[in-house]
C-alpha cells in the first residue's frame, strides 16, 4: 500500500463548478502538506503548501488538511478550462528532505 | 527566469550507454532533490543534497546511478548502462531551508 493515496479520476467538471479533490495519507509523522498542478509534460508546479491541520485559502485554491483521519483535500472554486491539468497531493515529515506524492487526479474543465 | 532549469529537456539514447542530466536550482537554495516519474505515476524521490552534502538516497537509485553537487550550486545526475526500464521523467527540485519544494520542467528520457 502507498503512504500517500489519491483517486486517478478521471474528473470532468463543466466550467464554474467547485472542484473537490482529495488524498489520504497513513504515516502520522507527516507534517507538511502540499498540492502541486501539473500540465502534461511539464514539471510540478506548487500550488499550495500548509503546515499541520486547518486551512489555507489562496484565491480561487482552498486546501485542507485533517491529521485526525489523515486527509487532505483542496478545491477549486469557479473552475475554469485553464485549470485542466493533473493535480498532485504530497506530504513530508518535519526533517525530511523527501517529499511522498501521490499519484495524481486527472481533471478536465469543460467550457 | 529565475526558476529551476534543467538541461537537456528530452534525451534519446540506447540501452547500454551513459547519460548525464544537469539541474540548476533557484539562486540561494541550499536544497536540491532529483525525483522521476513515469507514466500515471507521482514523482518518486531519489536522492537529496542539502548544499554539496548528499544527505538521503532511495533504494531506487541503484548503483547504476550516481548524483553529484559540486560547491553547492548545480547538481548533475549520472545513470550509467541505461535499461529501457530507466525511461521516465527525471525531475530536479530545489528549496530554502527544507521548505517549499520548487521543480524545474525535467528532462524526459528515452531509452531504445
Known amino acids: 500500500q502507498k503512504e500517500v493515496e489519491q483517486d486517478p479520476g478521471p474528473l470532468s467538471v463543466p466550467e464554474g463548478a467547485i472542484v473537490s479533490l482529495n488524498c489520504t495519507y497513513s504515516?502520522?509523522?507527516?507534517?507538511?502538506f502540499m498540492w502541486y498542478r501539473q500540465y502534461s509534460r511539464k514539471g510540478p508546479e506548487l500550488l499550495m503548501y500548509t503546515y499541520s491541520s486547518g486551512n489555507k485559502e489562496d484565491g480561487r485554491f482552498t486546501a485542507q488538511v485533517d491529521k485526525s483521519s489523515k486527509y487532505i483535500s483542496l478545491f477549486i472554486r469557479d473552475s475554469q478550462p485553464s485549470d485542466s491539468a493533473t493535480y498532485l497531493c504530497a506530504t513530508k515529515g518535519t526533517n525530511a528532505g523527501k517529499s511522498t506524492f501521490g499519484d495524481g487526479t486527472t481533471l478536465t474543465v469543460k467550457p | 527566469d529565475t526558476g529551476v532549469s534543467q538541461d537537456p529537456r528530452h534525451k534519446i539514447t540506447k540501452r547500454g550507454q551513459n547519460v548525464t542530466f544537469r539541474c540548476d536550482p533557484i539562486s540561494e537554495h541550499n536544497r536540491l532533490y532529483w525525483y522521476r516519474q513515469t507514466l500515471g505515476q507521482g514523482p518518486e524521490f531519489l536522492t537529496y543534497f542539502q548544499n554539496e552534502a548528499q544527505l538521503e538516497k532511495s533504494r531506487l537509485l541503484s548503483d547504476r546511478f550516481s548524483a553529484e553537487r559540486p560547491k553547492g550550486s548545480f547538481s548533475t545526475l549520472e545513470i550509467q548502462r541505461t535499461e529501457q526500464g530507466d525511461s521516465a521523467m527525471y525531475l530536479c527540485?530545489?528549496?530554502?531551508?527544507?521548505?517549499?519544494?520548487?521543480f524545474g520542467p525535467g528532462t524526459r528520457l528515452t531509452v531504445l
Open positions: 527540485a530545489s528549496s530554502f531551508r527544507g521548505n517549499e519544494q520548487f
Open positions: 504515516n502520522s509523522a507527516f507534517q507538511y
